[in-house]
């Protein structure tokens, strides 16, 4: 058990957090009804009236003093991770650890929030006005975060937040609510300024009293339908939104094929296939398909899975049984209309075996939405031009890779894919904290990564004198 045992005293109507690998109970919270939302909102936009006239010096040392008690706090909060979301200890070690980097980044950047002075002579009367353009703090924002990065994806909204002066209240998924839960505690031992930053809890109802209270800005991460279901309903508060992803990683003939597959192979099993911008789709090239194939399979077959706390497992569980069926269920849809599956494909009630299926069509079920699962997927390619017309095709656009080093290709690839971001000898699961991250299509709405969140979470004034 952590130290969260017990989030609240005596909920009215509690949640109980199971860990996934044995379905014991590693938590409890209180459900908030929408009364408490509002509440929570009101008692938000309090302090951030005062916290708006903070200096960035103020807010550099809040985040920085709150990296410092995550690192305090650093392995109960990676045992809190992968004992409530089924991520092996590693995988939520390293999570902590860039949850401290985005806050200390996003501290640095508050100094940088500059704008910017225009002159005016270009209009008639304008000789001798200036325009001073400058970003103000947008006030409360509602941020609602999913289940398989609890930590670091809160403190991307957090941490830009707070940076640009802002308040915040989160809701974190019901599936793995407890480490925002004890960042919030977290948070006090900081010396925050009371009510800045809030976290409630619950499920859609939950969201939806979130977005029709008086926030002044949504960020939201999950999926594309509970995206808009949000979306629509928040009315003409500004929305930011990432929406998950059904990425690529394209193979050619002249790649490092041993970077290559473990890079897919890192890229893809990482907590368990859970990751918006991991390998989804693996294009690879026909002269290199046999061999590659070869490499890789023996690459998945070393992959240790099994108890998420234990040091030596390389891959936890998926979130919960329904997500386990629901990528069993795929897999033998995409069997059944001519895919070979050639490791994998079960699993045993949250454990999903690493799986590797090939000769999957453009419609396969695997690979026709985002799959949340242990699961590659592999499409052969002759003609980059059609592989890339192929994933354009496609309903998301959030990040891709590329293995060649073949400037001409990488060009054709750069300016061709529709996406919001190209790796180039890497996977598309890469990301820096402080570099934009987002895509089109249903990928979702705005960008986040610190330096561009900052202005994507603030307001822009003009004076002309």
């Known amino acids: 058990m952590t130290s969260l045992q017990k989030i609240a005293p005596t909920p009215a109507r509690p949640i109980m957090v199971r860990n996934p690998f044995n379905g014991q109970i590693v938590g409890e919270i209180a459900e908030h009804s929408g009364a408490e939302v509002v509440a929570t909102v009101l008692r938000a936009k309090t302090a951030q009236r005062e916290f708006r006239y903070s200096t960035p010096a103020v807010r550099r040392a809040l985040l920085n003093a709150l990296a410092a008690e995550i690192a305090k706090d650093a392995e109960n909060l990676a045992r809190i991770i992968s004992s409530e979301m089924g991520k092996t200890i590693r995988e939520a070690r390293n999570e902590v650890r860039r949850a401290q980097n985005t806050l200390k980044l996003s501290g640095d950047a508050a100094t940088f929030l500059d704008g910017e002075a225009l002159h005016c002579a270009i209009v008639e009367g304008g000789v001798d006005r200036l325009a001073t353009i400058t970003y103000e703090p947008v006030g409360v924002i509602g941020a609602i975060t999913p289940f398989n990065y609890p930590l670091n994806l ?17 809701k974190p998924s ?37 977005v029709h209270a008086p926030i002044d800005l949504l960020s939201f991460t999950g ?29 050619l003939p002249d790649a490092d094929l041993d970077k290559a597959v473990a890079t ?8 368990a296939g859970q990751s918006c911008a991991a390998v989804k789709k693996l294009y690879l090239h026909k002269d290199i398909e046999q061999v590659f194939t070869q490499r890789l399979l023996a690459a998945v077959d070393a992959i240790k899975f099994g108890d998420p706390s234990n040091d030596d497992s390389d891959m936890g569980t998926v979130i919960d049984l329904p997500a386990a069926q629901e990528v069993a269920q795929r897999v033998r849809a995409s069997v059944a209309g001519g895919a070979k599956l050639l490791t994998g494909g079960n699993h045993e009630n949250t454990l999903f075996s690493p799986t590797v299926i090939s000769d999957v069509e453009p419609n396969s079920a ?27 095709a496609g309903a998301f656009g959030l ?6 080093n073949d400037h001409a290709l990488i060009k054709t690839f750069s300016r061709e894919l529709m996406v919001g ?40 004034k003009v004076v002309i004198d």
């Open 264 to 271: 897919a192979v890192g890229h893809r099993f990482e907590i």
């Open 366 to 392: 695997v690979i026709a939405d985002e799959t949340f699962g242990p699961v590659i997927a592999i499409r052969s390619f002759t003609d980059p031009n059609a592989a890339i017309a192929e994933v354009n």
């Open 399 to 404: 990040q891709a890779g590329v293995f060649t």
């Open 421 to 460: 971001g190209v790796m180039v000898n890497e996977g598309p699961d890469f990301r820096a904290e402080h570099v934009p991250f987002g895509g089109v299509k249903r990928s979702g709405l705005g960008r986040e990564g610190v330096r561009i969140a900052l202005r994507e979470m603030s307001e822009q």
């Open 154 to 170: 809160l403190c991307h909204k957090l941490g830009p937040a707070i940076a640009a002066g802002n308040a915040v209240v989160a």
């Open 223 to 251: 999926g594309p339908r509970a995206g808009l279901a949000l979306k629509n309903a928040s009315g003409l508060i500004r929305c930011l939104m990432e929406l998950g992803g059904n990425d690529p990683l394209f193979v």
């Open 174 to 210: 019901p599936k793995a609510p407890l480490a925002a839960a004890r960042l919030f505690e977290l948070t006090q031992k900081a010396n925050w300024p009371r009510d800045l930053f809030q976290v409630i809890h619950g499920g859609a109802d939950c969201a939806l009293s979130l």
